[in-house]
């Protein structure tokens, strides 16, 4: 998955991006921490970013997982993360939603930009039906951005995931293909 535009790349990472991936995570390091799982100590390194894109490089290639990079297109910055996971053919057609965003970048629509180019791509090339997306009650930053591409909400999951070493609740979304077909 590749697209780009004036100021924004949105694609799938490469092996290649190790350094760029490892710099994102450290300098957001504290920002993100209170709305991710806590990460063991080879995620903050280079070698460690290097064997992950190894093997997320095999779910890109098996259509079974998707890590997109946005990237500021002028600077070659790396502002977020975006993540479909536990994708489902048959009978599902369906996957899980997850997204970073630098400090640096928040509120300037990056990621509601990003999003929409890589759902397009989940929906439209990827065939997927259904597109699931958690955020914790108190995100409102991420309530917004899913309510801006069209998400539902479809119920509270109490003790849903594990977010620096808490149990934290999370609404759940949800997100229908309307142009879905099946193919033989």
Aim: hydrophobic share 35%.
């Amino acid at each position: 998955m590749h697209y780009q535009d004036d100021d924004l790349i949105v694609r799938t990472a490469q092996t290649y991006d190790a350094h760029m991936i490892y710099e994102y995570f450290t300098i957001n390091r504290e920002f993100l921490k209170p709305w991710e799982p806590k990460r063991e100590d080879e995620f903050f390194t280079i070698s460690g970013w290097t064997v992950r894109l190894i093997k997320l490089d095999e779910l890109h290639k098996r259509g079974l997982g998707y890590y997109i990079l946005v990237i500021d297109k002028p600077s070659g910055k790396m502002l977020g993360t975006i993540s479909f996971s536990n994708i489902t053919r048959f009978p599902l057609h369906s996957c899980n939603l997850g997204y970073s965003l630098a400090e640096s970048a928040q509120g300037k629509g990056y990621m509601t930009r990003a999003l929409q180019v890589a759902i397009d791509y989940m929906f439209e090339v990827q065939n997927i039906h259904r597109i699931s997306a958690g955020y914790m009650p108190h995100n409102h930053r991420s309530e917004a951005v899913l309510k801006r591409l069209g998400f539902e909400r479809e119920g509270y999951a109490k003790d849903f995931l594990l977010i620096d070493q808490q149990w934290q609740d999370h609404v759940i979304t949800g997100l229908i293909n309307p142009n879905w077909k099946l193919t033989q």
